[in-house]
């Protein structure tokens, strides 16, 4: 099944990066990051902890402003222009490793709040899209609740449904499973594994190889702020090149 | 040496021994936990018999009826006996009238206050109870039974009677097909209010209110050509015209053409209780958007806003109100033009309205701060803008937070309404109760008005503070 996923890929560019740097203060966080990734690529990018990992893919969505190099999402480039970034952040949704979910509203008002005021859905249309995604990732039941009244795997599941509600045509994930318990982790793998099925274009920060190897076209690995290694993930995990990624894989698939 | 076991038979559920529960194990564990703690409780015990040992002859022998503080003292001798102590509270039936509107509001006229007192509630209950039909109901009935008495009380004429009444009913009847739409009551009640406490004609505040229209029109028509900020501006200025130029003829022809009015009444007649609720309630209004704009100020990216609002909220923050008070009266009239009549009422409103933000504003940056970063960046992630990011997602939370700060900012307002004895305005607590007390058959008289005073301000203080436990209790969504 993931195979015939892994077809879907068209040649059509949804994220162009080319010679980023950033820097925070005096510390250069991201250094020459050149990438692209085609439209219904799933990307998985994994590394030591502070490495950059969170910093680049918070960049394609401006969360952090990068300094040099250009960052072209779906044709939009990233850069002062507030209407740009405001269109690449309704065209990008993202997950995050502590959900975010807005604790003053119900899970449906969570899932609707962005579509009404960003799209200007009627509200009666955004409640059917929300009701929609979240029967999809399994929990309509829910939907009146709080997220304080929810399991950490049933609230990130609410916010990756959230998102979805936005119809994002690409997905940002930063280890999203990793605040989780372990039997909570496979509920929102099973979710995301789902969405990578039906062509979404993925990039996930995670340190779930099982998903990696299930669902990725590509495993990107950084290292102090730059790409050290990608590849097909097949290539990356049983025959990895550099001296640092073996090191690394034999950290976390060591034991 | 580990042995196994096996459980049999479960245990059954037994009750808690005796002293474990209910008063004794109270008493125990929170007055009497240990020497020190008993002798304090044994104190506080002896210090409130004390207390209500001696205070208590003197409410008892209370005299609700007397012409004078002397004939008080003649009747408490009389029923208690030689030297017995008892309160006199006749003072209230010539004076009430002067504690509740002031001593120079005209009496004929006393029922404006009354109906816009009445009206308040009205408008205040759908936000403070918003689409809850059952409450809103309550609250209109008490309203409407209210101004039934009152107004009768207060001999208003009967067309506002009739008027009053069947307005309060009109709303009640709204209350309960479409609830949400009481808020419109609300935003009209400010020129409602203001033509009953003032009077002068009826258009002044209509053509005044028909400034914003002028301005919401403006802006509706020129922000799909112009973009938001800039038509907003444009509004602005539209509306600014309105009110320099267009206003005053407008409001005149109307009034020749079909002349409604209530007599004139200026501020400086205002006094007692009346005075003090204007100010609070005006205070509390304007103080709240205000605050939340300095707040959001001080936390901008721009470098000037940010440092405007940090120099106006600290500056207003360092200074004593009763100093701002004094610059409201005197100093203000001096950089004003001579000719610019400005209202001593509305100034000191204006002030006390900024002291309140600035508080305001302190309080709800604690609370900002206390936001988790992520709430901001799932917000900015899913393409909500600043203000609508501000207005759905970090102020609803953010004044969650911080809603006992801001009562106890709103409750510090109204007791401090009291200052403005210092501009020379009849509050209450000083201004009221001293014209009591030079009063040729009161002189002497100490206790009894600031008693009564402050009961009344605790009974509106109270309120507020319940209020605002209710509101936390219902806002409480972390159901952990
Ligand atoms: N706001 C900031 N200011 C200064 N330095 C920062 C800031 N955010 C991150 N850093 C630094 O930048 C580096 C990269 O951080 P980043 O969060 O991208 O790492 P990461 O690869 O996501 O790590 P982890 O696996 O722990 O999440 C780290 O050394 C971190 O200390
Ligand atoms: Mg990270």
Redesign the pocket.
């Known amino acids: 099944m993931a195979e015939a996923a892994k077809m879907q890929v068209s040649d059509e560019v949804a994220i162009q990066i080319t010679g980023m740097n950033k820097w925070?203060?005096q510390?250069h966080?991201l250094r020459d990051i050149n990438m692209t990734v085609q439209r219904g690529e799933r990307i998985v990018i994994c590394?030591?902890?502070?490495?950059?990992?969170?910093?680049?893919i918070r960049c394609i969505n401006r969360l952090e402003e990068h300094q040099q190099g250009q960052i072209i999402v779906d044709g939009t480039e990233l850069t002062n222009d507030l209407k740009n970034i405001d269109k690449v952040r309704s065209e990008v949704g993202m997950v995050f490793q502590h959900f975010n979910l807005f604790p003053h509203l119900t899970i449906l008002e969570n899932c609707t709040l962005a579509p009404i005021w960003v799209r200007k859905v009627p509200k009666k249309e955004a409640e059917e899209t929300a009701m929609h995604f979240l029967t999809k990732v399994k929990i309509p039941e829910q939907a009146h609740k709080y997220p304080g009244q929810l399991s950490g795997g049933q609230q990130q599941r609410v916010a990756i449904a959230r998102s979805l509600c936005m119809k994002p045509r690409i997905m940002l994930f930063d280890?999203p499973t990793s605040a989780l318990d372990p039997e909570m982790i496979k509920e929102v793998l099973d979710t995301m594994i789902q969405l990578a099925e039906e062509g979404m274009t993925m990039l996930c920060?995670t340190h779930e190889m099982g998903f990696a190897q299930a669902v990725a076209n590509r495993v990107i690995f950084?290292d102090q702020?730059q790409i050290v290694e990608q590849n097909e993930p097949k290539e990356f995990f049983n025959n990895p090149k550099s001296d640092r990624t073996k090191l690394f894989l034999s950290q976390i698939l060591g034991h | 040496m580990a042995q196994g076991f096996t459980r049999t038979e479960m245990l059954p559920a037994m009750p808690p021994p005796v002293s474990e529960s209910g008063t004794l194990k109270w008493l125990r564990e929170n007055l009497f936990s240990g020497w020190l703690n008993s002798t304090l409780t044994a104190a506080a015990t002896l210090f409130i018999a004390f207390v209500a040992w001696n205070s208590f002859p003197w409410f008892w022998h209370s005299v609700w009826n007397a012409g004078s503080l002397n004939e008080c003292r003649q009747i408490v001798t009389a029923s208690a006996g030689e030297g017995a102590t008892g309160a006199c509270w006749a003072f209230l039936r010539p004076w009430w009238g002067a504690f509740i509107f002031g001593h120079q509001y005209p009496v004929d006229e006393r029922w404006r206050p009354v109906l816009a007192f009445g009206l308040l509630f009205a408008a205040l209950a759908p936000v403070l109870f918003a689409g809850q039909k059952r409450n809103l109901t309550i609250i209109l009935a008490v309203v409407a039974a209210f101004l039934v008495l009152t107004l009768y009380l207060a001999s208003a004429p009967s067309l506002a009677f009739a008027l009053a009444i069947l307005g309060v009913l009109a709303l009640l009847a709204l209350a309960q097909v479409q609830p949400g739409k009481l808020l419109w009551f609300t935003l009209a009640f400010p020129a409602l209010c203001f033509w009953l406490l003032w009077g002068g004609s009826i258009w002044t505040p209509i053509v005044a209110v028909a400034g914003f229209g002028v301005l919401y029109l403006v802006f509706r028509l020129a922000s799909p050509v112009i973009g938001l900020a800039p038509a907003a501006g444009a509004g602005f200025v539209a509306a600014v015209l309105w009110w320099m130029f267009v206003d005053a003829p407008v409001a005149d022809a109307l009034q020749s053409a079909i002349p409604i009015q209530l007599l004139w009444i200026a501020s400086d007649k205002f006094g007692g209780f009346l005075l003090s609720i204007v100010i609070g309630v005006t205070g509390i209004t304007f103080s709240l958007p205000l605050g939340i704009l300095l707040a959001l100020g001080r936390q901008s990216d721009m470098p000037i806003v940010k440092m405007l609002c940090v120099i106006f909220i600290e500056t207003i923050r360092g200074v004593p109100l009763i100093t701002l008070l004094f610059v409201a009266a005197f100093v203000l009239g001096f950089f004003l033009p001579p000719q610019a009549n400005f209202d001593l009422l509305l100034r000191v409103l204006i002030l006390v309205t900024f002291f309140a933000a600035a508080y305001l504003a302190e309080v709800l940056r604690g609370a900002l701060a206390a936001l988790p970063r992520g709430q901001y960046e799932a917000a900015d992630a899913l393409g909500l803008d600043y203000w609508r990011a501000q207005r759905l997602v970090i102020l609803p939370q953010a004044l969650k937070i911080s809603i006992p700060g801001i009562v106890s900012t709103f409750i510090g307002l109204f007791k401090d309404t009291t200052l403005v004895v210092i501009v020379a305005l009849y509050e209450p607590l000083k201004g009221i109760t001293h014209l009591v007390r030079q009063d040729i058959n009161w002189k002497g008289i100490y206790w009894e008005p600031y008693i009564f005073v402050g009961a009344i301000f605790f009974i509106f203080c109270f309120s507020m503070s319940r209020y605002s436990k209710y509101l936390e209790d219902k806002l409480k969504t972390d159901h952990r």
């Not at chain 1, 590394?47 to 680049?56: A, D, E, H, I, V």
């Open positions: 925070y203060g510390f966080v590394g030591p902890s502070g490495s950059g990992k969170s910093t680049l280890e920060v950084m702020g």
